[in-house]
């Protein structure tokens, strides 16, 4: 029959837990992160945090741990100080106890600290919403009302306030007037019994008020005696005035005690009736605590959070061991399950093969218990079934194991227990024996492991397990790399080759004799010495070939940062012959209108006098004048805006949709058009650019970016307030002189302008043509596509100037020119 587990069981079966987190040193992980938690609720989490083989909810965890890192990293700490362990009391009050004033206040100060915690909520932190943090906070239950009648009613733990009840009011009113009372009565006392006190003080004895009198007189006091001093020579009498007064008081203070009780009573069973929300706000605020301690301990140790794998891929990317220091400790790059199953790693003691392991292991653990882990981003880390590891010397006297027989019972341990998908970490693999029986032994738990589908990381000296390692499929060399010159390992871990263990070297540096070197040299056997030789000569080759690749790599980087500059500069060069164009079109055309406006005034003022036909034919002179500077301001702005277009287009991007009426830029035409239709099915669109049409797929167009757009707007905001203005002063008409017949040709040549620039020079050679008295024109255009002869036949059209115009017969351009008569 299947067993049936609840969901809680099936999660604690998921747990890694055993030895491999104390040799994996995790404890200590559990140490530094129970520091980073604030609550006592979040410590115990924090205390009982253990790696889980549940991917989903190793998952679920990382996400909640990174959603609390993003939010401390914007906008600080949560609010998290100020919540007592409330268990206790609300134990107590659920078996009938009425609780005190210190747990009272403390439960006040529990709701305050969630008032307090909820207010993270509102808009400040908005982009949080829909988290699992924020889920947790807003799930929070404010009881408000309770807190602040706590508050009012409670001073201190020991003093309870007068207004907590009318009753508890009245009471201290009426003692405060009877002690005051007795005070009156004793002071009077005092004074005619001077002689015979041996203090002129009242005192308060079994809290009844006395005076203390000289015991040898004490029969002159009448009245009751409470104590005597510890001599024997003073006795503290109530006299019999105030015996009725203190009684009265008695009962004042018991009716107080008990009024107090009662509102402590009161008070415990609004605790209680609210004890539910409590309860639920104790358990959101542990996973509150838990999920910001370990924000907090991924910032003290610019932790990442992994990406996460299910098929057992490690890719560690400048990975540090947490629990050494950030300033000693030496990243190093560790990546397994993709390509091979198994690295067998080798180099020189002290170079950094047994911290390596112990960081692969550890961060495992700790990505595997939702916390980040110190790495560069991009690192990799899976979920395991298991993970088992034997490092580090565990020979025990009492016991009676050597190193070999500690180490072959964590390995008999290990092969035990691999469930799934399994990392085996093992540090000097068949140590501590025979070296050829050690190294067997090694090769074929390596061949076991891999049979299994483990994952696994070993350390050995063995040239055995090196030739395993190339031998095998799925099976990769690698090795710590040791600087010869400096006689320093280097602490970077290279795949795909084997290490030399550098024992002589290493044996030299401490201090051996050259002779007994020399000597254990001579006693390899001459393969074992090549070997170690070429290992020795492929490291300092590797290290060349690195040197290179960083000079290249510093070059590329210099090469870049130069290109970018000269394009930077190139840009700004461009720019500024933009701006000077801009400006000198700018200055032309303000001298065009002031000359178009001192023409205007002119013709203004000979419409007035005109009084003859001379004058119609003079001002008929200076409409064609006035309409060719007009021209020619029309022609600057046009230019101007080309030039903009042209710039800022071909930088520009593909419109996204075409709207009817919108202008684009057509750079393969250098020209701006309007769309006067919606693409077609080949995506086709229709453009018009003065009485041009042309037809242009889409991907041929451009508009600008919406930062183009901006620096466009600014650009002409600027140019308005820049644009020089030129004093504007009369001027005569003889000043205008065109000697258009002697300039101007009787024939006009467009072929090769845009559609734009053949307009505006046709306009200008009309007007020319007119004021020079030429009749007979000869346009030539081409014949190409057509787009010019219509440019100039629909102007043609247009213009009253123009008595007729037909296209060129044989022997004068045919179709490619046109004829036209003037008026």
Excluded: W
Excluded at 20 to 45: A, H, M, N, P
Excluded at 427 to 455: F, H, M, Q, W
Excluded at 574 to 586: G, P, Q
Excluded at 643 to 672: C, N
Aim: aromatic residues 4%.
């Amino acid at each position: 029959m299947y067993k049936r587990t609840t969901f809680e069981e099936e999660s604690a079966r998921k747990r890694i837990k055993g030895r491999v987190l104390v040799t994996l040193e995790f404890d200590k992980i559990s140490q530094r992160l129970e520091e980073c938690s604030r609550t006592v609720y979040g410590r115990e989490l924090c205390v009982e945090i253990t790696p889980t083989s549940d991917y989903d909810e190793v998952n679920e965890e990382l996400t909640e741990t990174n959603e609390t890192f993003t939010y401390i990293s914007k906008y600080g700490f949560l609010p998290l100080g100020g919540f007592p362990d409330l268990r206790p009391a609300l134990k107590y009050a659920h078996a009938g106890g009425t609780l005190s004033m210190r747990q009272l206040l403390d439960t006040a100060s529990f709701l305050r600290s969630v008032e307090r915690l909820k207010a993270v909520m509102p808009d400040a932190a908005s982009d949080m919403d829909g988290t699992v943090l924020f889920e947790r906070i807003g799930g929070l239950v404010e009881v408000s009302s309770l807190e602040k009648d706590i508050s009012a009613s409670i001073n201190s733990e020991d003093e309870m306030n007068d207004r907590a009840s009318k009753t508890l009011y009245d009471i201290r009113r009426n003692k405060r007037e009877l002690s005051g009372s007795v005070r009156s009565i004793l002071d009077r006392v005092i004074k005619t019994n001077e002689d015979i006190l041996q203090e002129k003080v009242i005192t308060i004895r079994n809290d009844r008020y006395c005076i203390p009198v000289i015991a040898d007189f004490k029969g002159r006091i009448n009245g009751i005696v409470h104590d005597t001093s510890s001599t024997g020579q003073t006795v503290f009498i109530e006299p019999m005035a105030v015996v009725e007064i203190n009684n009265k008081l008695r009962e004042l203070q018991s009716a107080e005690e008990a009024e107090i009780v009662r509102i402590l009573g009161e008070l415990t069973e609004r605790v209680l009736g609210s004890s539910g929300s409590i309860e639920s706000d104790m358990s959101l605020i542990a996973q509150i605590d838990f999920c910001s301690a370990k924000a907090i301990l991924a910032q003290e140790m610019d932790a990442v959070m992994p990406v996460l794998s299910k098929d057992g891929v490690i890719d560690l990317r400048k990975a540090r061991h947490p629990l050494i220091s950030k300033d000693t400790v030496v990243p190093v790059d560790i990546k397994i399950g993709d390509k091979y199953k198994t690295l067998v790693i080798t180099g020189p003691n002290t170079g950094g093969k047994t911290v390596s392991l112990k960081t692969c292991g550890l961060l495992t653990l700790m990505a595997m218990s939702g916390l980040m882990i110190p790495a560069a981003v991009g690192s990799t880390a899976s979920v395991f079934d298991r993970v088992l590891a034997d490092i580090g010397d565990e020979q025990s006297i009492e016991q009676s194991l050597s190193t070999f027989s500690a180490h072959m019972s964590n390995i008999v341990f290990i092969l035990k227990n691999i469930r799934g998908k399994s990392l085996v970490i093992l540090d000097e693999l068949g140590s501590g024996t025979d070296p050829d029986e050690g190294a067997a032994l090694a090769v074929a738990i390596l061949e076991n492991l891999r049979s299994k589908g483990c994952i696994t990381l070993a350390t050995t000296h063995y040239k055995e397990l090196k030739a395993y390692a190339v031998s095998t499929d799925e099976v990769v060399n690698g090795a710590f790399e040791f600087d010869n010159e400096t006689l320093m390992p280097t602490y970077r871990l290279i795949i795909g080759r084997p290490g030399s263990s550098n024992a002589f070297i290493i044996s030299k540096k401490l201090g051996l004799p050259e002779n007994v070197i020399n000597d254990a040299k001579s006693r390899l056997d001459s393969d074992e010495y090549k070997l170690g030789r070429l290992i020795e000569q492929s490291e300092r080759d590797a290290r060349k070939a690195q040197s290179l690749m960083d000079s290249n790599d510093a070059l590329r980087k210099r090469l870049e940062d130069q290109v970018r500059a000269l394009e930077e500069e190139k840009a700004a060069l461009k720019a500024s012959k933009t701006r000077i164009l801009n400006e000198t079109r700018a200055e032309q055309k303000a001298l065009l209108e002031e000359k178009e406006e001192e023409l205007i005034s002119l013709m203004k003022e000979m419409r007035k006098q005109k009084n003859n036909s001379s004058a119609d034919e003079a001002l008929a002179e200076m409409e064609k004048v006035r309409r060719r500077l007009r021209a020619g301001m029309e022609d600057l702005t046009d230019d101007s805006r080309d030039d903009e277009l042209k710039d800022k287009g071909l930088a520009g991007e593909v419109p996204s949709e075409i709207k009817i009426g919108q202008e684009y830029y057509v750079p393969s035409l250098q020209m701006t058009a309007v769309a006067t239709s919606l693409p077609s099915r080949s995506k086709v669109v229709q453009l018009k650019a003065g009485p041009m049409k042309v037809s242009v797929k889409i991907d041929q167009l451009r508009v600008m970016t919406k930062e183009q757009q901006d620096s466009s707007n600014k650009a002409s905001e600027k140019k308005k307030k820049q644009t020089p203005k030129v004093d504007k002063t009369a001027s005569k008409i003889r000043e205008l002189r065109f000697d258009s017949a002697a300039r101007t040709s009787s024939e006009l040549m467009l072929i090769g302008m845009r559609g734009d620039e053949a307009l505006s020079k046709l306009e200008r050679y009309i007007d020319d043509c007119s004021l020079g008295g030429i009749k007979s024109v000869r346009i030539v255009h081409g014949k190409g596509t057509g787009i010019l002869r219509s440019i100039v036949t629909d102007f043609l059209a247009r213009d009253p100037r123009v008595e007729s115009y037909r296209p060129g017969t044989q022997g004068e351009g045919d179709d490619g020119v046109t004829i036209a008569r003037l008026i």
